[in-house]
């Protein structure tokens, strides 16, 4: 069975290259009956799954409709899609994923997380993560009009990309002291995040034990997709 893993689409209208390509693969996908992780902002936006506009419903029904062929779709929250919940994953026919979250492929234990709570150099934002994470919080946002709701997320992106431009590129990559105390409580052999936008495969040793830490790249210029199969894993990019 071959198992796919992607991570930061940032679906977006504006760039409608990205849904297409996106849309393409699911298509190719349809009848093969693996199973497809997308671990994160996979929306660039989402304002909650009562408003999910145009894209948000396409993307849902070519979830749905690829799910029915019997291929098995997961989803994890990432930073920028962090309001998407259960409703949309039952309209996509897919199931959510708590982040971090445990998995057994071959033996090997893997641990699925979006990628933004190893990023712990950065305080602000790890506040703001847990905050997002509050029941309480939540309900009371999704409560909000959709145009008090379009205007936070507006402001949340210019105060993200504020905040980015005056942090080091060190500061926004995972914290290494992270990395090493989540593969050693979770006793996990490989750790598989996005987030970052900085794909690679790297190897590290753990309390004696080799663990490697697979990182999906975006879809900014082209897919980024890692495929495991019973032969092992390959992370691929294709360009558009
Ligand atoms: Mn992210």
């Known amino acids: 069975m071959t198992r796919l893993f992607a991570s930061d689409l940032h679906l977006d209208p504006a760039r409608p290259e990205v849904t297409e390509q996106f849309l393409g ?9 693996g199973s497809l992780f997308l671990l994160g902002d996979l929306f660039e936006a989402w ?19 690829l799910a029915n062929t019997g291929t098995a ?8 899609d ?11 026919g897919a199931l959510l994923l708590e982040d971090p979250c445990l ?10 997380t979006h990628g933004d709570a190893l990023c712990t150099d950065d305080g602000a934002y790890q506040r703001l993560r847990a905050l997002l994470r509050d029941p309480d919080v939540r309900s009371g946002l999704l409560a909000l009009p959709e145009r008090q709701r379009r ?6 992106r210019a105060g993200s990309r504020a905040h980015q431009s005056r942090l080091s590129y060190e500061v926004m990559d995972v914290n290494a002291e992270a990395v090493v105390r989540l593969l050693r409580e979770s006793g996990a052999d490989v750790l598989l995040h996005g987030h970052t ?4 495969i790297h190897q590290l040793t753990v309390d004696g034990r080799e663990r490697t830490r697979i990182v999906l790249g975006d879809w900014h210029a082209g897919s980024s ?11 691929l990019s294709q360009p558009r």
């Open 25 to 33: 693969l699911l298509q190719e996908l349809e009848g093969r009956s």
């Open 47 to 65: 304002l909650g799954d009562d408003l999910p506009g145009a894209l948000g419903e396409t993307v849902a029904v070519a979830l749905r409709k």
């Open 73 to 80: 779709l997961y989803l994890m929250q990432g930073n920028r």
């Open 82 to 92: 962090v309001m998407l919940g259960e409703s949309f994953c039952e309209a996509a």
């Open 103 to 112: 998995l057994e492929i071959h033996g090997a234990q893997v641990l699925l």
């Open 151 to 156: 205007a936070l997320a507006g402001e949340a």
């Open 197 to 200: 936008h900085r794909p690679g």
């Open 225 to 235: 997709v890692l495929h495991w199969t019973d032969d092992g894993y390959r992370l």
